[in-house]
């Protein structure tokens, strides 16, 4: 009877601490990482129908998660989409929200709501590795000290990032508002509308270039490539661009690794495909498509390979993975780099007309997916969703309420439980917006864009208002707007009660 007695109590602790373990498991708060490429185009990922490059890691994720058909940025260029990834706001809305150069003021307002800061609110740990191009500091930059404000003046605990783009001078690593490897004998400066005496520039010698510039990118020379900027000293501080891609993969692994036990956000933002392509060796060639093509190869490695860091670290299984890219695909973007002449048959927009910088689909319209191993179910939605969603449903992933101008809670959408997503959207390229409503796009109309359009980037403008049936000619073939005066006043009207009629100003482009 005594025995009897024992293996009952036994068998009741037993069952007592699997239910306590079954309820502590439920109320552990998962892990979210945004993984965040640069330029990559609807078309250029093999789970989105490429046939002459493979992906096979970023096909993993997609093919076990919800992908998308109909995810947009909200931003045919970097720092807008990237402001309204973080914010849950529409660009437009900051008037400051364009092309930064390296050397632009932070664009968040320290008191804004971003996602890091709503997480951290949360017992979040938060971290931010690679590209930024949020902009530093309040006003002239000083590299040499503590810069004044960055990342971590908004929500994130650990920053460790390129201030701009590869393209743009500075080329330095910044940890937590600190210059990495800085030398204080040789102070860093930084100018973007005059050069620095005695300092060779791509323009005046295209002897020392390993790289050549096609527009826009001839001014200060760094590991033989010229750069958009002038940039002075600060030599033992400049990163290698062939290992860049190695460099922010490591520490992205590294963080994962010391702060597996509490709960993390970590936005991982990748710089490929941008220019310029400068593939580790390791890749050089093996795509056949010349260094765009390689740099998507490689890309796919590092996203294989911080997958691989999250299930050897055990915390896979309880990470909501979210993977996009900010803005759709460019070939020429300023350099001779073969990405035009060693394309073949590969199509970076897909089905889609337009790429980056345009209003036509392949501007906005990019690869989109999440994944949460054993909590989302393998789909593919053409539910309309947008990055600026994230903000309201990642909130109500972790229980905060937050009031959002543009974000749409669509938690249930990303979960794959539901196919109803938004009922319209507004897209910009270069201070010009247009409209996205149910299956139909309208694009005002708008001047060209000479520089851009110059180097066959089709922009979308037109003398004329457009309107397409994106179900019916997901390539933007027939314009619609004359045929559909009634479906073309219902979308400019509803246009307009969003925007206003602030979109017929419009500024004129700047690459710098």
Same mark, same amino acid.
């Given at each position: ?59 993993? *994720? ?40 390296? @050397?632009?003021?932070?664009?968040? %307002? ?7 800061? !709503? ?66 004998? +040789? ?31 001839? @001014? ?11 940039? @002075? ?55 056949? !498509?010349?260094? #765009? ?26 990470? *909501? ?31 889609? #007309? ?46 905060? +309420? ?39 796009? !309208? ?15 089709? !922009? %979308? ?26 479906? *073309? ?24």
């Amino acid at each position: 009877m005594k025995i009897k007695y024992i293996v009952f109590s036994f068998l009741a602790f037993t069952i007592s601490l699997k239910s306590s373990s079954q309820t502590k498991n439920k109320s552990v708060k998962p892990n979210i990482v945004f993984i965040y490429l640069d330029d990559l185009g609807y078309g250029d990922l093999s789970c989105y129908g490429a046939t002459a490059i493979k992906t096979p890691n970023i096909d993993i *994720l997609a093919n076990g998660g919800v992908r998308f058909t109909n995810g947009y940025a909200t931003s045919a260029t970097c720092t807008p989409s990237r402001y309204g990834l973080l914010t849950g706001v529409y660009p437009w809305r900051n008037k400051d929200a364009k092309i930064l150069p390296g @050397s632009a003021p932070l664009l968040i %307002g320290k008191e804004q709501l971003t996602i890091p800061k !709503m997480l951290k609110e949360k017992g979040y740990q938060t971290a931010v590795v690679g590209k930024w191009h949020l902009g530093l500091g309040t006003g002239i930059v000083d590299w040499n000290q503590q810069l004044d404000a960055g990342p971590n003046d908004v929500g994130f605990d650990y920053s460790y990032i390129m201030a701009a783009t590869q393209d743009r001078v500075p080329t330095i690593y910044i940890e937590n508002g600190k210059v990495v490897n800085l030398d204080s004998k +040789d102070p860093i400066a930084v100018n973007y509308d005059k050069n620095f005496p005695g300092q060779p520039t791509g323009k005046e010698n295209p002897e020392l270039l390993s790289m050549k510039w096609h527009h826009g990118h001839n @001014s200060s020379i760094v590991n033989g490539i010229p750069r958009i900027g002038y940039v @002075s000293g600060g030599a033992s501080a400049n990163w290698s661009d062939v290992d860049l891609a190695d460099h922010f993969l490591a520490k992205a692994q590294s963080y994962v690794k010391s702060h597996k036990e509490n709960p993390f956000f970590l936005y991982y933002a990748l710089n490929q495909p941008h220019v310029p392509r400068t593939p580790n060796p390791r890749f050089v060639g093996k795509s056949g !498509m010349g260094p #765009r093509g390689d740099v998507i190869l490689e890309a796919d490695f590092c996203v294989g390979e911080i997958i691989k860091t999250l299930k050897e670290e055990g915390v896979l299984d309880n990470t *909501l993975i979210v993977f996009s890219s900010d803005n759709g695909p460019v070939l020429n973007d300023g350099y001779y780099d073969d990405s035009v002449e060693k394309l073949g048959s590969h199509k970076p927009n897909g089905p889609l #007309r337009g790429g980056k910088y345009s209003l036509l689909e392949a501007g906005t319209r990019v690869p989109f997916f999440t994944y949460w191993k054993g909590k989302i179910k393998p789909l593919v939605s053409d539910a309309l969703v947008c990055q600026i969603d994230l903000l309201e449903s990642i909130a109500k992933l972790v229980n905060v +309420d937050v009031k959002s101008t543009d974000s749409q809670e669509l938690l249930d959408v990303f979960m794959g439980k539901s196919a109803i997503g938004r009922t319209n959207l507004v897209i910009e390229a270069n201070t010009k917006t247009a409209f996205r409503q149910g299956d139909w796009m !309208m694009i005002p109309p708008y001047p060209g864009d000479p520089i851009l359009e110059e180097v066959n980037i089709e !922009m %979308g403008n037109d003398k004329e208002f457009q309107l397409y049936n994106l179900k019916k000619d997901i390539g933007q073939k027939n314009n619609l707007a004359k045929d559909q005066p009634k479906k *073309l006043k219902e979308l400019k009207e509803n246009f307009e009660l969003i925007r206003g009629n602030s979109y017929k100003n419009v500024e004129k482009i700047e690459l710098k």
